[in-house]
T-cell receptor
């Protein structure tokens, strides 16, 4: 089945630094990728939708200058948390939909990245 | 505004029992309703999904019941096993929104021996 690989699985960084998270579709071309954020024991909140070759669409309340998304190829999207602060500590999860899949085809999720900002 | 409400927040079921998780939605434009299973430290994995043109879908021990008029749908796990212990999320999306899912708040299921 389709596999989405997310890297790193865990990262600890100091306040003020930037962190890049990669999301790769391993066996299909992902025209659309979604980035979610999940706080402990809470639901997944959509942060942004990333389409290959175009600018990401951010959800209301998500700072696009803080959470930079790049979807430069059909198999890779990156999320960069810039000038991270402790309140950015969270579980970030990406998901992807393939090129020839319909709008309601299953999304494939990565295994998430646990970000801790000290 | 929470568009998909999920209950209960947590659930303890004995091995072999039936686990039932309920969700209610508000937006009548939703037409795709998946359920996801998430283990600690992992991303969600699709379990089963339903569209509003059917009232029930069964895959193995997992069944979705869908009530369009009540705008409710539920997940039933038959013969629950300790390995089913996880957090379950219902979700909903609309056609044409490129699979933009709205998730429920999650249910932590614990299946005891």
């Amino acid at each position: 089945g389709a596999v989405v690989s997310q890297h790193p699985s865990r990262v600890i960084c100091k306040s003020g630094t930037s962190v890049k998270i990669e999301c790769r579709s391993l066996d299909f071309q992902a025209t659309t990728m979604f980035w979610y954020r999940q706080f402990p024991k809470q639901s997944l909140m959509l942060m942004a939708t990333s389409n290959e070759g175009s600018k990401a669409t951010y959800e209301q309340g998500v700072e696009k200058d803080k959470f930079l998304i790049n979807h430069a190829s059909l198999t890779l999207s990156t999320l960069t948390v810039t000038s991270a602060h402790p309140e950015d500590s969270s579980f970030y999860i990406c998901s992807a939909r393939g090129r020839r899949q319909g709008n309601n085809s299953p999304l494939h999720f990565g295994n998430g990245t646990r970000l801790t900002v000290t | 505004q929470q568009q998909v409400k999920q209950s209960p927040q947590s659930l303890i079921v004995q091995k072999g029992g039936i686990s039932i998780i309920n969700c209610a939605y508000e937006n009548t434009a939703f037409d795709y309703f998946p359920w996801y299973q998430q283990f600690p430290g992992k991303g969600p994995a699709l379990l089963i999904a339903i569209r509003p043109d059917v009232s029930e879908k069964k895959e193995g021990r997992f069944t979705i019941s869908f009530n369009k008029s009540a705008k409710q749908f539920s997940l039933h796990i038959m013969d629950s096993q300790p390995g089913d212990s996880a957090t379950y999320f219902c979700a909903a999306s609309m056609s044409g929104t490129a699979s933009k899912l709205t998730f429920g708040t999650g249910t932590r299921l614990q299946v005891t021996l």
